[in-house]
Every structure is written in structure tokens, then in C-alpha cells.
């Protein structure tokens, strides 16, 4: 870590954006950040997807493992050879909210059909963790060059 980095104030994990720079304990480059995992709503902080190149696949940092967040630099409380050894993130799966059935009739029953199928065309629910593909990642990079 920089003499510059050590003087900035420590921001909020609500703060992080893809493409700020994540550093090791021992003060080497590790990669950028790809997305931030965790529910702002509640304010809890589960950790982050870090990529070391454009293509390469995101290893995931648990927030236990976040030691120090300042603007544009995360630093980890591992150090490079254990960050690099970190696993792959896997994007969670989407989840499907079930609403009650409580209204009669034909009507309704019609209403509930109609929406469980535009539910499976339009947002189809994954039920177990995913690799990212090829597609997420270059959009992923394009969007990291924006900031």
C-alpha cells in the first residue's frame, strides 16, 4: 500500500463501482472489481467479484476478507498468491417471488396463468448459482471503461 493510499479515509461498501482497483495485503495489485454482492436495501455486504484482466473469469472476495475500502481502491487482508487463489464467482440465482392465490374465479385464475407465463418468458428463474459467460463479461468490461 502507497503512502497515499494509507492517507485516505475509509468510505462505505456502498460506495464500491466496478472497475475500482483492488490491492493486496501486501500492497500488489490483484484486479478491478466486477460487482459488488450484497443487499443495500439491509446494508449487508456479502463481498465482491475481482477479475484480474478483461476475459478472465472473476474470483470471488468474501466481505470477511475486505480489510480496507477507500475511494477507487479495496484492499484485502490476503495477500497476492492467496487472492489469486480465491474461487470463481458464480452470479446467484435469480430468485421468483410467489404471490397467494387468494382471489377466486375464473378471472383470476386466467390473471395468475397469464402472469406465471410471461414470468417464465420474459425473467426466467435460475435455480442454482452460475459461471459468467463470455457475454456478461465483455459487457462487464465495457461498462468498467465508462467510469
Request: aromatic content about 6%; charged content about 30%; proline content about 4%.
Amino acid at each position: 500500500m502507497t503512502g497515499s493510499d494509507a492517507a485516505s479515509d475509509p468510505v462505505s461498501w456502498l460506495l464500491i463501482k466496478p472497475g475500482w482497483k483492488v490491492v493486496s495485503s501486501d500492497g500488489l495489485e490483484v484486479g478491478h472489481v466486477d460487482e459488488v454482492a450484497g443487499d443495500d436495501t439491509e446494508d449487508i455486504f456479502d463481498g465482491l467479484a475481482v477479475a484480474s484482466g478483461a476475459f478472465d473469469k472473476p474470483r470471488y472476495v468474501r466481505s470477511e476478507q475486505v480489510a480496507m475500502i477507500t475511494e477507487s481502491t479495496v484492499v484485502l487482508d490476503l495477500t497476492r498468491a492467496e487472492a489469486l487463489e480465491l474461487g470463481e464467482y458464480l452470479e446467484p440465482a435469480s430468485s421468483e417471488e410467489i404471490e397467494p392465490d387468494d382471489k377466486s374465479g375464473l378471472g383470476a385464475r386466467i390473471g395468475a396463468d397469464v402472469r406465471e407465463i410471461e414470468g417464465r418468458v420474459l425473467a426466467p428463474t435460475q435455480r442454482h448459482e452460475h459461471s459468467m459467460n463470455v457475454w456478461r463479461r465483455i459487457a462487464l468490461w465495457f461498462r468498467s471503461l465508462r467510469r
